[in-house]
């Protein structure tokens, strides 16, 4: 049973996109908007730094240490009422005013003496003003002045939620733009994992591809690489199970053959036969299942005990058809297990009685420390060009006589594993099959 599918990798790479470009239009908004506030505050406390220095102009000192106008501020901001532009002299009884603040009071706080001070404050009819106040010092007069000067913050406010408006509707806007291209910049990188699906969906229909014949993204790359060494893995391992299914079947093809042979002619000792061909089987199948060949060099088996049951066994099998004749000298020792000699023999034999009119012929013999084996048949014998193809696994040449095509390899590869070769040739009146195997020495008693 699976489990609950996790988010896809286009849905994640979206929304975290996604994610980040909303965060981003978010901020940047923000700020400009911030910005744009700071900058309208900025240029409204310019102005009314301006506004300061034209009252700071015009105030001078009377005779008697006091303060006065020169003149009236004309300024058309200054004398409509409650215009959002205001200003004020002094404190208590002595105080004036703009016109523009008509019965209302400006509001203050007290200014100590030094550099300006700015305030926010609320002023006539709610207004949001902006106040900036300092104490003025004139020669000849006795006490300090304090100056306020008043703005109305409102346009500054409207203007600062416009401009953050349309910021938001222009980062909206670009929002929308990077997401599609998001969009597509996610399905342009994730194009190598739908090639990818679609090389092992074609694997899984059973084509022999591998990622290797494409270019992938480095990031990809290593990937396709593990991906082809677990299907070349999966092949041998695949191969190997087939391969010694097709062995064990070739390996019991012959003590079944014996079997058959037995049940249409019974002889005396049909108990014996039968158990000895079981035993044969169950060997089989257990080496099989061990693991296959072993290729032990140390162990030491007789050659002569071999051929001859061997010789036993297919001639049951052949019957009158073919007459067996050998040449073993008694004291023959071949340097490896007896299964491989059994299975090597068993073969060559198997494959000479197919092919033979009359006769089949053993030779075996030692040349230093080399034991050299020979199965002969008068057969028609094999096209040189086709020795080479003999040798495949599943390979027959001809289809009319029963087989597999895979006799002569596994006796190949048997031999191959005893560091030994089998020598195909045709020979006057026939075909030869020749092994070259590592010769043991005599074993004492035998």
């Not at 990809?220 to 690489?225: G, V």
């Not at 009359?358 to 080399?370: K, M, P």
Request: net charge neutral.
């Amino acid at each position: 049973m699976t489990g609950a599918r996790a988010l896809s990798l286009r849905w994640r790479l979206w929304l975290a996109g996604a994610l980040g470009v909303a965060i981003s239009a978010a901020i940047a908004g923000g700020l400009l908007g911030a910005m744009f506030e700071r900058s309208g505050e900025r240029a409204l406390d310019r102005r009314l730094d301006d506004d300061f220095a034209t009252l700071a102009g015009l105030i001078e000192a009377r005779p008697d240490g006091g303060w006065q106008l020169r003149r009236t501020p004309a300024d058309e901001r200054w004398t409509r009422v409650f215009s959002g532009w205001y200003w004020r002299i002094g404190d208590g009884g002595e105080a004036i005013g703009s016109r523009s603040l008509w019965d209302d009071e400006l509001p203050s706080t007290p200014v100590a003496r030094g550099p300006a001070a700015r305030f926010d404050a609320e002023g006539p009819r709610g207004q949001h003003l902006r106040v900036r106040a300092q104490q003025l010092r004139l020669p000849d007069v006795a006490a300090s002045i304090p100056v306020y000067v008043a703005a109305d913050r409102g346009d500054v406010i409207a203007e600062t939620r416009e401009f953050r408006r349309m910021a938001m509707l222009a980062f909206a806007g670009a929002a929308a733009v990077l997401l599609a291209l998001l969009a597509w910049q996610v399905e342009w990188g994730l194009r190598p994992l739908h090639r990818m699906r679609g090389i092992l969906q074609r694997v899984r229909n059973g084509d022999d591809v591998r990622f290797g014949g494409e270019r992938w993204p480095a990031e990809a790359a290593p990937l396709a690489e593990q991906i082809d060494e677990l299907l070349d893995e999966h092949a041998r391992r695949v191969s190997r199970a087939r391969h010694a299914a097709e062995d064990l079947a070739h390996a019991l093809k012959t003590p079944l053959a014996v079997l058959s042979a037995e049940a249409q002619a019974p002889g005396e000792d049909i108990a014996g036969l039968v158990a000895a061909q079981v035993q044969r089987m169950r060997g089989e199948v257990e080496r099989r299942l061990a693991g296959g060949f072993a290729f032990d060099a140390r162990r030491r088996t007789p050659v002569a005990p071999v051929v001859e049951a061997l010789r036993a066994l297919f001639a049951r099998t052949a019957g009158d058809r073919v007459a067996f004749a050998g040449d073993i000298a008694p004291d023959l020792v071949f340097a490896g297990a007896r299964e491989d000699l059994e299975e090597m023999l068993g073969n060559l034999l198997d494959n000479a009685v197919k092919w033979a009119r009359t006769a089949v012929r053993i030779h075996a013999g030692r040349e230093g420390d080399r034991l050299r084996i020979a199965v002969d048949d008068d057969g028609p014998g094999m096209r040189p060009e086709a020795m080479a193809q003999a040798l495949q696994r599943g390979v027959r040449l001809d289809s009319r006589v029963p087989g597999h095509g895979l006799g002569l390899s596994i006796v190949d590869g048997i031999a191959a594993g005893y560091d030994g070769r089998l020598v195909l040739d045709n020979r006057p009146g026939g075909f030869r099959a020749a092994l070259d195997l590592p010769a043991g020495a005599p074993i004492s008693g035998a």
